[in-house]
């Protein structure tokens, strides 16, 4: 088979035609992958800052059109992680800020349409 009917194959599997209106589901919620596959929330900078330089920033972005919820934890140096939830909409970002920070950080998203029923796609 030649490559371009192999490239044509492809585009024609059901996980390339995957999109939001196929994935949400009877509760609002959608899996938070764009049309192709990869994840709608990314990383988009870390960064240090403060006066003595302790505070940890994580800037999230969200690269799809339609809204997610994001849960999201920087670790701290002591004590327990700082964690926090937001809707985040298409094409926007949300930072999540944290003194005597390690710089460690972790997150997790769902698709959500209905930001009152946010606790639902977050199981």
């Not at 196929?22 to 509760?27: E, F, G, Q």
């Not at 799809?64 to 140096?77: D, L, Q, V």
């Not at 985040?88 to 997790?108: D, F, P």
């Amino acid at each position: 088979m030649s490559k371009y009917a192999l490239m044509i194959l492809a585009l024609l599997s059901p996980t390339a035609l995957a999109s939001y209106s196929s994935s949400v589901d009877s509760r609002g919620c959608w899996d938070g992958l764009t049309n192709n596959g990869s994840d709608c929330l990314v990383v988009q900078n870390t960064s240090w800052g403060g006066s003595d330089g302790n505070r940890f920033k994580v800037t999230y972005y969200n690269q799809c059109n339609e809204r997610i919820y994001a849960s999201f934890c920087n670790e701290k140096t002591n004590g327990p992680d700082d964690c926090g939830a937001s809707g985040i909409r298409g094409y926007s970002t949300k930072s999540w800020t944290t003194y005597n920070a390690s710089g460690r950080y972790s997150y997790e998203w769902v698709g959500s349409v209905k930001s009152s029923a946010d606790w639902v796609c977050n199981d």
